[in-house]
Structures are given as structure tokens and as C-alpha cells.
């Protein structure tokens, strides 16, 4: 059974703002995340509808980019963090960025990248955040990313979690393509993450 224990830790615009401008951003690795560039390195469909939820300084846009892509969508809470992504994509036509809550947002894509976003949400959001990519996607949509595989309890996000959890919560709405651990982590992330790639039933 899924634990749905509530988070106590009051995770909204404020915190996330705050964790801005004070530059607590452990999260942020400086550059596009390994298996998420590996996969687009191959992903064909250049004007595929891209949404990244809890972008933070968005690479992962970046690099789609510099690959051609050209409908990328971006969306966060934090003000201090779209501020910064408004001037880095100021001349880049294909990127819309959006200040806002992810669970509210509206409109199909093709597909979801999750970097370091769902392990910012207590385990009683984490179903809202599987129905919500439902929503959000076209039929065949993907869901394309990592997710940490290790448990680092609730006490500060990331909040863990597993493979089994994982599974347990996406299989009502996506076919596992993938969900393995991921062979190109970075270092400091080796042996804890797994790759996903699921596709909306």
C-alpha cells in the first residue's frame, strides 16, 4: 500500500522564492541532467509540445534548443527563478516561460520532462502530480525523466522514494516503457536515480 503521509513542511511560492534569492539551490547542477539530454539526443519529433514543470534555471531547455526544438514550455512558482528565466530566453520565440503553480496549469503537450520536480511534493501530492501529467498530455504523451531512487526522508525536500512507490502510483494512467536505474546518472547522482520514459494509456 501507498503511504500518504502528509508533508508538515509548508512547500508553497514562499519557501521556493525564498529559496531564490537566498541561493539555497542544492538541486541545480549547472548543466542539462545526463539521461534526459541522452534521450532527446534521439527524440525526432523537434516541434513536439515540451512542458517542464519546476524548471528552476531550465538547461534541459537550453539544450533542446541547441537541438532544434521548438515549442518548450516553462513553468514555475518561484518568481525570483522566472525572472532569471525571462532574461535568459528574452530572444528565444520557442520558450514560454510562466510564473505559476504547475497543478494549475492548463493545455495538451507531447510530452513532460521531470528533473527535480516530483521530489519536491509530500507523498499526498504525488497522485495529484500522476493525474495532473494525465491531463496535460496528448493520447501516446510521455512522461520523460528521472526520479530518485533512494528514501531521504521528510524533514527538507528532496523527498525520495521508489521504484515499487513509483510504479504503484503511475500504472492507473501510463505504460511503463521505461523505469530502470539510470546507466548515465552524474556522479554525484550515481546509483540513485532512475530513468523514466511513460506513456500516457
Known amino acids: 500500500m501507498v503511504n500518504n503521509r ?18 539555497q ?16 539526443d534521439t527524440y525526432t519529433n523537434k516541434n513536439a509540445a515540451i512542458l517542464i514543470p519546476g524548471c528552476g534555471n531550465a538547461y534541459e ?11 518548450i514550455t516553462l513553468v514555475d512558482i518561484a518568481p525570483a527563478a522566472v525572472e532569471r528565466l525571462q ?13 505559476g503553480n504547475f ?3 492548463e493545455g495538451l503537450y507531447d510530452v513532460i520532462i521531470e528533473q527535480t520536480f516530483f521530489c519536491t511534493l509530500s507523498l499526498d501530492g504525488r497522485n495529484q502530480y500522476v493525474e495532473k501529467c ?25 523527498f525520495g522514494g521508489d521504484k515499487n512507490e513509483y510504479l504503484k502510483r503511475f500504472i ?20 540513485s536515480e532512475l ?7
Do not use: C
Not at 539551490?25 to 532527446?40: C, H, M
Open 61 to 71: 531547455a537550453e539544450y533542446l534548443l541547441e537541438k532544434g526544438f521548438t515549442n
Open 134 to 158: 494525465a491531463s496535460l498530455l496528448n493520447d501516446n504523451g510521455i512522461i520523460v525523466g528521472v526520479l530518485f531512487n533512494v528514501n531521504f526522508g521528510f524533514d527538507h525536500p528532496p
Open 103 to 105: 497543478f494549475e496549469q
Open 195 to 201: 530513468f523514466i520514459n511513460l506513456i500516457k494509456k
Open 25 to 40: 539551490t542544492g538541486w541545480d547542477i549547472g548543466y542539462p541532467s545526463t539521461p534526459i539530454a541522452t534521450f532527446f
Open 172 to 191: 492507473p494512467l501510463f505504460k511503463i516503457k521505461t523505469m530502470e536505474s539510470a546507466y548515465n546518472s552524474i556522479i554525484p547522482r550515481a546509483n
Open 6 to 23: 502528509p508533508n508538515p513542511m509548508v512547500l508553497d511560492q514562499n519557501f521556493w522564492n525564498s529559496r531564490w534569492e537566498t541561493g
Open 87 to 99: 532574461n535568459k530566453f528574452k530572444n528565444k520565440p520557442s520558450v514560454k516561460v510562466i510564473l
